[in-house]
Every structure is written in structure tokens, then in C-alpha cells.
């Protein structure tokens, strides 16, 4: 492996399916031992990237290196140094889960001399020792992502790729698996993940926002909300929601309005001008404003405001 350089570059990266374009012109790089996030909505060309990055889709046009080999001339040579997770739970229901361990020990190659080594490592990973003989379709969602994510790095990979790996789980078993990504970042891993849950962005160390195939936001979760400072942020509760945002609709101070949560939040000019727009706007319709008051953003706040800024520039 060529360990020098990013771990992964992408270069004008495109992926057309007949006149779809699934990804456009994409470019970014990742470093040796960085959590990198690809966030964005179903849809929004993140499967497909990580697909070809994976050396499972071949592009349309554009390059790319992996662990220092290239995509083009050797997608094998990336494939044997790679850890990658797929969107659906990609391990045997009818195995147990030491057999599934077993099976992907011999997929990738693991030295018979270190298999039991290997095994005993995954389990503890996973916190399974005491279900190996388990059939895996018993376990829950949340234990079977984790044994999923054992089983990629049974032949320790340099660089993971996890493509929403903790959907369809509950917010308590995303946050023990993220527990894991961090460990595996702190053993020098490095962690290409992507989501569409905006929380878990703020543990990647660096973001790419994706819409419609495009690039549209890219650096530390931090940088990328300081970005949106140039506008001010509000919350708003009311006793009508709908009612509010369409009070407030094409007004000159309040520049965008997104539901967030049982409330609204507000992109404003000036936020003293503002509250007293609001105030007034909604006084005059009787609706009650229980809560306003300016906030820190958050990614959905970040993302939402660049969508509806390239949506902007495409009308």
C-alpha cells in the first residue's frame, strides 16, 4: 500500500445513468486517520460515490485514488485494502454469529494463524462474546451494525467505508456505534461514513454536504456553521405554526423560515428588527408567541440553508 498522500482524493468525479446524473463533478480529498463525512438526503448521490470509490461502480468521467492506488487501473488493488459496509445489513441471517465472522475471515484472506486472534477481537468490539452461537437474524437492529462493522475490518483495513450504518436503529445503538467508529479512528483507521442524520455530523472531523449530486458545502462541522454567520438565527415558537410562516412570508428582514422541531427557525437580517417584525406580523393575526430568541445553528440549520441557497441560484 502507498501510504503516502490522502488516503482518498476524488478528482471531478461523475456518474451518469443514461441522461440521470447521479454525481457531478465531485472533488474532495480525505486524510490518513480522519472521520469524513459524506451528509445529505436519500437520493442525494452518496451511495453512488462511495460505490465507485469502492471500485464497485465504474465512473462516467473524472479519477480518483484510494489508499494511494488508482480507481481506474487498480480498483483490485483497492478492494483488498478497504473495509466497506453497505447500506442494506450486508452479513447471513441464517449463520450465527460466529459463523458469519468465520465465513468473512476466509472472504478477505485472514491469515489462518491469526483467524481466532481476529475473532476474538470482532466479539469484543462488538460486545458478543457471549452470543456466538446467536443466529444473527435474532440479534437487534443495533447489535447485527455492530457485528456488520466487525466483520469489515476483520483483515484491518487502513481505510473504512460505511455507508449509513446506522440507519434504520435507535438513537441509543447510533451512538454506541459511533463509539466504535471513534475507537477505530483512534487505532489509525481511516473512517469514510456516510448519513443523512444531521447529528452525526458533528462527529465527523471534516463534512462534504451533498444535493443533487454536487458538492455544496465541504469542512469541519464548526467552519461550516460559522459560514452561516453572516445571517443571524432565531427560534420561534407560536401557537400557530403554519399561520406563522406565511406571516412571515416575503418579508424583506426574515430571509428564510424552516420548520425545526415544534418551532420555526428564523434566518434574519438584524434580530432587534426582527423580533419586532415577528411581533407585530403575528399580533396582527392573533397568533401567541411563546419563545423568540436568537440561537447557535445547528447542521440541519447549516444544511437547509445551503440547499435552499443552491436552489437559489438554479431558478
Known amino acids: 500500500m502507498n501510504l503516502s498522500g490522502a488516503a482518498v482524493e476524488a478528482r471531478n468525479l461523475v456518474k451518469r445513468f443514461g441522461d440521470f446524473v447521479a454525481v457531478d463533478d465531485v472533488s474532495f480529498s480525505v486524510q490518513r486517520g480522519e472521520i469524513f463525512g459524506f451528509l445529505g438526503s436519500n437520493g442525494a448521490g452518496k451511495t453512488t460515490t462511495i460505490r465507485m470509490l469502492c471500485g464497485l461502480l465504474t465512473p462516467t468521467r473524472g479519477s480518483a485514488t484510494v489508499g494511494g492506488f488508482d480507481l481506474a487501473t487498480q480498483a483490485e488493488r483497492i478492494k483488498q485494502s478497504i473495509g466497506y459496509m453497505s447500506q442494506r445489513f450486508s452479513l447471513y441471517d441464517d449463520l450465527s454469529v460466529g459463523e ?20 476474538e477481537y470482532v466479539l469484543s468490539m462488538a460486545g458478543l462474546e457471549d452470543r456466538q452461537e446467536t443466529m444473527t437474524r435474532l440479534l437487534p437492529g443495533g447489535w447485527k451494525q455492530r457485528l456488520a462493522l466487525g466483520c469489515a475490518v476483520l483483515h484491518q483495513p487502513p481505510i473504512l467505508f460505511l455507508d449509513e450504518p446506522t440507519s434504520g436503529v435507535d438513537p441509543i445503538a447510533r451512538r454506541s456505534f459511533w463509539d466504535l467508529i471513534y475507537q477505530l479512528s483512534g487505532q489509525g483507521h481511516t473512517v469514510f461514513v456516510t448519513t443523512h442524520y444531521m447529528d452525526e455530523a458533528e462527529y465527523c472531523h471534516r463534512l462534504a454536504l ?8 465541504l469542512g469541519s462541522a464548526k467552519e461550516l456553521k460559522e459560514a452561516l454567520k453572516s445571517h443571524t438565527l432565531m427560534h420561534l415558537d407560536a401557537s400557530d405554526l403554519l399561520g ?21 427557525h428564523l434566518t434574519v437580517r438584524e434580530p432587534s428588527v426582527a423580533e419586532s417584525v415577528v411581533r407585530q406580523e403575528l399580533g396582527a393575526r392573533s397568533i401567541r408567541v411563546d419563545r423568540l430568541e436568537v440561537i447557535e445553528p445547528s447542521m440541519e440549520d447549516v ?6 441557497e443552491e436552489e437559489r441560484k438554479a431558478s
Open 303 to 308: 444544511f437547509v440553508a445551503m440547499v435552499e
Open 244 to 264: 406563522s410562516m406565511k406571516a412571515l412570508e416575503g418579508n424583506a428582514e426574515i430571509l428564510e423560515t424552516a420548520v425545526f422541531g415544534s418551532g420555526l
Open 100 to 119: 458469519n465472522i468465520d465465513f468473512f475471515s476466509g472472504v478477505y484472506g485472514v491469515d489462518a494463524d491469526v483467524r481466532r486472534q481476529r475473532r
Open 210 to 217: 451533498m444535493h443533487r449530486g454536487r458538492i455544496i458545502g
